[in-house]
């Protein structure tokens, strides 16, 4: 039972430079959520999606992409990555809304220098 | 917009006592979940406890325990006999009963001292 996979655990980017944060759960879930944690500030969201074609913005959207072609994956895309984009990144994923827990992968280390 | 305030970056216990992790937010929602949130330095994000607004008796997961004042829009996290291995950051978090989104505190650091 494999819950939530993020990919890669770590990355360090040079500025300018674009990648793709991978995440996908084998639940059936259809809410799905990029989170990125900073030191003080808790975690802030990024993005999310309630099922697959429909994606809306979070908290802290700017400088970041997502799409949901199917249910199982939501990547995450630094189009050209910034220093203030270093942080931690969280992929969840909850059944539903009411108090579905939210399950969450391992997180992604993101260094941008 | 929902607000999460956790005002103790840090705090310690002993192990085998008792600690009390303090979380308040703010809401124009009546019907909505809190949730308590561990994270140890694996950096794994652990569900502790939630609690249903609709609901006024407290949850308890064992040794965790919450103590929900609705109408002050409180919600602190009670650890009775710490152990060492509940030494983590725990974040406070809100669920709008009709949403998908997670509002975070900004999380706790909790030491347990043996």
């Known amino acids: 039972n494999a819950g939530v996979t993020q990919t890669p655990k770590f990355q360090v980017l040079k500025t300018g430079q674009s990648m793709t944060l991978q995440c996908a759960q084998d639940?059936?879930?259809?809410?799905m959520s990029w989170y990125r944690q900073d030191p003080g500030m808790g975690l802030r969201l990024i993005h999310y999606?309630?099922?697959?074609?429909?994606?809306d913005q979070g908290e802290v959207p700017n400088g970041y992409n997502v799409s949901r072609s199917t249910t199982e994956d939501f990547p995450l895309r630094l189009l050209s990555a910034a220093p203030s984009q270093t942080s931690v990144y969280f992929c969840?994923?909850?059944?539903?809304?009411?108090?579905?827990?939210?399950?969450f992968g391992q997180g992604t280390r993101l260094t941008v220098v | 917009a929902q607000t999460v305030t956790q005002s103790q970056p840090e705090m310690s216990v002993q192990e085998a006592e008792t600690v009390t992790l303090s979380c308040t937010y703010d809401?124009?929602?009546?019907?909505?979940?809190l949730f308590w949130y561990k994270q140890p330095p694996s950096r794994q994000m652990i569900l502790v406890i939630r609690?249903?607004?609709?609901?006024?008796q407290n949850a308890t997961e064992n040794r965790f325990s919450v103590n929900f004042q609705k109408a002050a829009k409180s919600f602190s996290l009670k650890i009775s006999d710490s152990q060492l291995g509940d030494a983590a950051m725990y974040f406070c978090?809100?669920?709008?009963?009709?949403?998908?989104?997670?509002?975070f505190g900004e999380g706790t650091q909790l030491t347990v001292n043996p």
């Open positions: 969840a994923s909850s059944y539903g809304t009411d108090g579905y827990e939210a399950f």
């Open positions: 809401t124009s929602e009546s019907d909505y979940y």
């Open positions: 999606s309630v099922g697959a074609g429909i994606t």
């Open positions: 639940m059936n879930h259809e809410y």
């Open positions: 609690q249903e607004a609709y609901k006024q």
């Open positions: 978090a809100y669920r709008w009963r009709g949403g998908s989104r997670l509002t």
